[in-house]
Structures are given as C-alpha cells and as structure tokens.
C-alpha cells in the first residue's frame, strides 16, 4: 500500500499562472479530503468528495480554485491565476468511507510558490 | 462555529520525562477528538482518538483524556523518546468537519 500519493511535491508558478495538483487516495477509500496549511492559518479545510460526488467545498475560495474528482483513483485541485497568497502546502487526504469520525490518511503534499 | 485551541505552541522536555500537550473546544456537541503527529519536512499521521462516550484512552505511551465538562481533552506522552519530535495537532468534530487547533511542536532534549 503505497499511502496517499501527491503530485507534484513541489511546484513554483509565476504570479497569474496556473497550477494544478494531483492526488491519488489509497486503494479503496472513498474519501478525499484538501487541506491547505500556512504557517499562519494552520490547516485549513478546502473540500471533501465521497464517492467522486463533490460533498463539501465550503473552504475552497469562491473565486480561482476548482477540485474535481473523474475518477477514485485520482483528484486535482486547480487554482487559476495563483497570487503570492496561495503559497502554501496543500494536503491530500483519504479515509475508508468519508465518515465524520474517520482516520484520515494523508499525502505527503505539494508544496505550491507563488513568485 | 466551533473553535480548537492548542494552549502551548512550543513545548519542550527532557528525553524520558512526559509531556501534556492541551486543548480546548467550543461545541458541546463534539463527539470524536482526533491527535494526528506532523514529523519535521513529512506529513500528517493519526497517533490516537477518543470518542466522547469514554473519558480515557491508552495505547502504548500515549493517553488521552476527555473532560467534557470542561470541554478539554489533553494528549498525554510517557517516557517521552527523541522520535516523539514532532507537531502536535488536535481536532475536534463539529457539523461532521474536523477543526483543528494550531499545533503544538514538542522538543525532545537529550
């Protein structure tokens, strides 16, 4: 069992570019969940799909950032014309079927720098 | 909405001793209390849940305990070893999100 696994582990986009990173969850669980963590916010909740249906983006930013979820073996997280603030580590995260009380199974991350 | 608060940011203890590390929360309607550990450059990683119907958990050197009454739950290492280094995060269920407190780092000095 490989773990949850993320792409790129790190990425550098100029100011106005796009950036678009990839997960793909453990064998099996239904769940993924994105987080993203600063040194200042913490981590912070971004969006969660259960079965590949889309459940909770109440922490994605309305404007510039998408997640989508084609198949269960892999979600994207894109984030159009990335600004300085977006600069952050964003986690990945799967557990076995999306309960509340679940252990989450986390990526090693990607680490996105906005110049 | 609810709130978790990690009390100490930094906490640091000589190898052997045990560290507490705190938190707190706001909704009475919690339910599920996860600790996860975050190792220097590595990700998040579960150590250990406690669930509100109990007021203690143990495995190993780790014990949680749950003051509801308080709405506290403290994360509790014995014997603590350098491998022990790490953030500390705690996270509470709340309309069936987690919310997490900020992190405590633990030091580990020889």
């Known amino acids: 069992n490989a773990g949850v696994i993320q792409t790129p582990r790190h990425k550098v986009t100029g100011k106005g570019q796009e950036a678009t990173l990839w997960c793909e969850p453990i064998?099996?669980?239904?769940?993924v969940f994105w987080y993203r963590q600063t040194i200042v916010q913490g981590l912070e909740f971004l969006t969660y799909?259960?079965?590949?249906?889309?459940?909770?983006d109440s922490g994605m930013p309305k404007e510039r950032f998408s997640a989508q979820m084609p198949n269960q073996s892999h979600s994207t997280l894109k984030i159009q014309s990335t600004q300085p603030q977006d600069s952050a580590v964003y986690l990945c995260?799967?557990?076995?079927?999306?309960?509340?009380?679940?252990?989450?199974?986390f990526g090693s991350g990607t680490r996105l720098t906005v110049l | 909405g609810e709130k978790v608060e990690q009390h100490e940011s930094t906490l640091s203890v000589r190898e052997g001793d045990s560290a507490v590390i705190n938190c707190t929360y706001t909704?009475?309607?919690?339910?599920?209390f996860p600790w996860y550990k975050q190792e220097a450059g590595k990700s998040l990683h579960f150590v250990i849940d406690?669930?509100?119907n109990v007021d203690r958990k143990q495995s190993q050197r780790l014990t949680v305990l749950l003051d509801k009454k308080a709405k506290r739950f403290s994360l509790h290492i014995t014997a603590t070893q350098p491998e022990d280094s790490a953030i500390y995060f705690c996270?509470?269920?709340?309309?069936?999100?987690?919310?997490w407190g900020s992190g405590t780092k633990l030091i580990i000095k020889p």
């Open positions: 995260a799967s557990s076995l079927v999306g309960g509340s009380a679940e252990t989450l199974y």
């Open positions: 996270a509470a269920i709340s309309n069936y999100q987690l919310i």
């Open positions: 909704d009475t309607a919690s339910s599920y």
């Open positions: 799909f259960r079965n590949q249906a889309p459940i909770d």
């Open positions: 406690i669930r509100s």
């Open positions: 064998s099996g669980h239904s769940a």
